[in-house]
């Protein structure tokens, strides 16, 4: 019986040492488009697919938000040329992405905050776009039951201000893109004051109703581009990416930042002096981190007096290396008890290590994928944490990274056209980097991305068996996994380096029933799919798929080392793979052709 030497227990994806010193659990660079899953086997990933309609226009998603409202309902907005739209689900379950305010022309590049508001007893979102102006909205969305000459009433029995329309200062409401001001009525179920009259809109029952934005102008100052902008124990930050300030507001009025009692009082504003220009915000527990410049990381500190009613603010600098700042506000996220970011090295790494940078340092997370790192163009970038995981959008790159926190390894990149990351109903979204669409990502579903074939390629780091300077061969090699319906995997061996020596080409073919270990239950792709049962992340561990076992017979090639790839490129196929390995002995063949 022959003995394989089997890879097993795979450990992520690796581009930093050389290929053939890499540990051969890893996957090396050239692969994409899989995953190792919590089973320790690589899989070929899910695909995506689009939510809403679809929108063949050239003009990308420039900016995004998901917001989890104070009163249980969900928020997702998304913006690019000219508009700014909110997702809406009707009665029927289907998805729109609706106009929430159009006329923005290029500055859409938002940027949100959510402040609670005592006057409204609900949380708003604020909205910055680089200009002067502050924008707010309540989220409010309802549908149209009737209205009169000055009245508009809503349908269900909810009240305008139980559904989050606001019940203070000037307020309006949009229908069909006609924009109403209303004076009262919010207790009810029927708004009153309203002007124009509505029922020269001519709208019909059941048409959606969203509240309108608020805009405050000039604020902060005039001549300030809000650019950044945070909310720390209900005051608002804001900074302009092209100056040193940073703005604090009032706890009670986001749109007060001049209220300031000498001495200080806890809830007044206050306006702090960077060193260089800031670049972004960051809150994390108790504390508020700014990035700026190129080099600097800065922490607001809040000092109480000892009775408690007087503050002081100051800004500390902390201790950081060249190059160590965030490069813009959407590559800095939050992960638990940390807060990580790219850097303009650029490394992906955490502002823990920073803050402790006199001390023993351990590696930046991006160590292992050095050289990947070091050629990405970063440019409009997008970090966001997502069940243990971390995933970095390169729209530029037409990539996405994942990080897996609780199993210290990267994944192989993902060929993705997102440019923001979205959560949306508890799951992965992303938007697009080329159209203005958004797309579930990892959708266990489905096996293409939008109906498009998925490239899954799985590249194992080069073996040597430990005698680099000794010819090696094997003439059967082992491949154990699961296998849907109609797959072929092409298995693709490669002797010596670039498959200098030699390259062999075998398939995996599900329709070969004798490799198939399966039970009597039809598991081919489409009838017990995959993504059969909920999942609690991109990379559980799934069962349901037919197993197989194949030795494919090789010629026998004398090599130094050796690597093996799996890949497929058609519609609909899925894999996962559990262990693999040739049945090496070393070779008689001298190494007379290295001899000199």
């Not at 995933?391 to 037409?398: V, Y």
Request: net charge negative.
């Amino acid at each position: 019986m022959s003995k394989f030497s089997l890879v097993q227990n795979f450990l992520g994806y690796q581009n930093k040492k050389d290929v053939s010193n890499t540990d051969p659990r890893y996957l090396i660079v050239g692969s994409h488009d899989v995953l190792v899953n919590d089973g320790e086997k690589i899989s070929s990933r899910d695909g995506y697919t689009i939510d809403g309609d679809s929108n063949p226009a050239l003009t990308p998603i420039k900016s995004s938000y998901d917001w989890n409202t104070s009163t249980g309902v969900e928020r997702n907005l998304r913006a690019y040329e000219g508009e700014l739209e909110y997702r809406y689900v009707d009665s029927s379950d289907v998805v729109t992405w609706r106009r929430l305010v159009n006329g923005w022309g290029t500055s859409v590049n938002f940027r949100y905050a959510e402040w609670w508001s005592t006057a409204e007893a609900k949380d708003l979102l604020l909205l910055v776009n680089g200009s002067s102006n502050i924008y707010m909205w309540s989220g409010a969305i309802t549908t149209l039951a009737s209205s009169t000459l000055n009245t508009i009433t809503k349908e269900g029995t909810s009240t305008w201000a139980e559904d989050r329309f606001l019940i203070a200062g000037t307020r309006t409401v949009i229908i069909d893109g006609i924009t109403y001001t209303y004076t009262g009525g919010e207790g009810t179920t029927t708004l009153t004051g309203v002007t124009p009259d509505p029922t020269a809109g001519g709208h019909s029952v059941g048409d959606v109703i969203h509240q309108g934005l608020r805009t405050t102008a000039n604020t902060p100052s005039s001549g300030v581009d809000n650019d950044v902008i945070i909310v720390h124990k209900n005051q608002l930050y804001l900074g302009d990416t092209s100056r040193r300030d940073l703005y604090i507001s009032t706890t009670t009025d986001y749109t007060d930042f001049t209220t300031i009692a000498s001495p200080r009082i806890p809830s007044n504003a206050a306006l702090l002096t960077l060193d260089s220009a800031i670049v972004g915000l960051a809150v994390q527990e108790d504390a508020v981190y700014v990035t700026a410049g190129k080099n600097d990381w800065y922490q607001v500190n809040f000092t109480l007096s000892s009775d408690n009613t007087k503050e002081a603010i100051t800004v500390q600098k902390l201790k950081s290396g060249t190059q160590q700042a965030a490069q813009s506000q959407e590559m800095i996220g939050n992960i638990k008890n940390s807060i990580v970011f790219i850097s303009n090295e650029p490394t992906f790494d955490s502002l823990g290590r920073i803050e402790n940078i006199t001390t023993p340092q351990s590696v930046p997370l991006s160590d292992p994928i050095k050289l990947d790192f070091e050629g990405y163009n970063f440019t409009n970038a997008h970090v966001k944490y997502f069940r243990n995981q971390t995933f970095i959008a390169l729209p530029s790159e037409g990539l996405v990274l994942i990080y897996d926190h609780e199993n210290g390894y990267w994944q192989p990149p993902q060929t993705l056209p997102i440019v923001r990351l979205a959560i949306i109903n508890g799951e992965l979204y992303g938007h697009c980097s080329a159209v203005p669409e958004t797309y579930k990502l990892f959708d266990t579903t489905v096996q293409t991305d939008d109906g498009n074939p998925i490239n899954h390629v799985a590249i194992f780091a080069y073996r040597n068996f430990g005698k680099r300077y000794k010819k090696k061969n094997f003439n059967e090699y082992y491949t154990e996994g699961y296998i849907g319906g109609s797959t072929i995997i092409n298995a693709t061996y490669k002797f010596d380096f670039g498959g200098f020596t030699n390259i062999l080409t075998k398939t995996i073919d599900a329709s070969d029933n004798g490799i198939l270990f399966s039970t009597t239950t039809d598991g081919s792709l489409g009838k017990v799919p995959l993504g059969h049962s909920p999942l609690g992340s991109i990379t559980d561990s799934v069962s349901g798929l037919p197993k197989f076992r194949i030795i494919h017979g090789l010629a026998k090639t004398a090599f130094y080392e050796y690597t093996v790839e799996y890949s497929t490129d058609e519609e609909g196929y899925q894999w996962q793979i559990l262990a693999q390995g040739g049945n090496a002995i070393e070779s008689t063949s001298d190494a007379i052709e290295i001899k000199r």
